[in-house]
């Protein structure tokens, strides 16, 4: 899985190094030491997909099936994404006449997560818990790690690995959209000490610069509008200034 990025030799890995958040490609790692804080102990490679002819050039060319592997699959989910995405616009009954010229041309980040074993997974975290910034997030898991949130009884599930099954999150931005109707869901990546654990989790939002805002037709007299409509590139300024671990999640900056 992953299709052997993460076992290249370092200095090939490095060659994406970056801890620019406005990257369109980066590799970047969160293991620090420290015996105060909570740990991060993850490596990952972030690149933008859609439109793939746009991008897949400046994917890693090593391992050489990454490209072919990565972007058969990147279209693959973001057809899924675009689907779901439509289902969800009806489900709520709203036109879906603004929105959808907006998610055609939306962007997609891929976000491959490695987490090696730890020694002591039950002092760490692969990642801490937070909410996504995007409409939909699409995740594909090697073995079980990921756990969410349930908002009834505050507890933390665990998502079962079922053989490639998907897991499908809402993110912030719809959340807005929805004025609260759907919540994003909190997650957070746990350890375990056998074996690596990696997850692709695949991002759907709008453009970089188009805003999302609440759905006019889900807001009255009793509802009234919850959230200031924001861009993928509000986020990336949100995750620039601040450290999720400090527990800053970008939902409740947009909360009115
Ligand atoms: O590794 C996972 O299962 C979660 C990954 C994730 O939440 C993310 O990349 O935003
Ligand atoms: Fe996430």
């Keep these: 899985m992953a299709f052997g990025f993460f076992d290249l030799p370092s200095e090939e890995k490095l ?3 970056s801890n620019d958040v406005y990257n369109p490609v980066r590799y970047g790692t969160s293991l620090k030491d420290g015996a105060d804080k909570v740990q991060f102990w993850r490596v990952f490679l972030k690149h933008y997909a859609h439109p793939l002819d746009a991008w897949i050039d400046s994917w890693p060319h090593n391992p050489p099936q990454y490209r072919e592997k990565m972007g058969k699959y990147s279209a693959q989910v973001r057809n899924l994404a675009l689907e779901l995405m439509g289902m969800i616009i009806e489900s709520l009954r709203i036109s879906p006449n603004r929105l959808t010229p907006k998610m055609d041309r939306g962007m997609q980040v891929m976000a491959v997560n ?6 002591k997974p039950e002092m760490a975290l692969g990642l801490p818990p937070h ?8 995740i594909l898991q090697s073995s079980t790690g990921l756990e969410i949130l349930d908002p009834d009884d505050g507890n933390w599930k665990m998502v079962p690995e079922l053989h490639g099954a998907l897991q499908v999150h809402i993110g912030d931005h719809f959340e807005v959209m929805s004025n609260g109707v759907y919540k994003s869901v909190v997650h957070r990546a746990t350890l375990n000490s056998e074996k690596t654990r990696i997850s692709i989790a695949s991002l759907h939002s709008l453009g970089m610069d188009d805003r999302m805002e609440t759905a006019n037709e889900l807001i009255d007299e009793q509802n009234p ?3 200031k409509e924001s861009s993928f590139r509000d986020f990336l300024d949100f995750l620039a200034n601040n450290d999720i671990a400090d527990g800053k999640h970008f939902i409740d900056t947009l909360k009115i």
């Excluded at 490695?114 to 020694?119: K, S, V």
């Excluded at 909410?131 to 699409?138: A, E, G, K, P, Q």
């Design 114 to 119: 490695c987490y090696p074993p730890c020694p």
């Design 131 to 138: 909410s996504d910034y995007t409409c939909l997030t699409i």
């Design 15 to 17: 060659k994406f190094k």
């Design 225 to 227: 509008k919850r959230y």
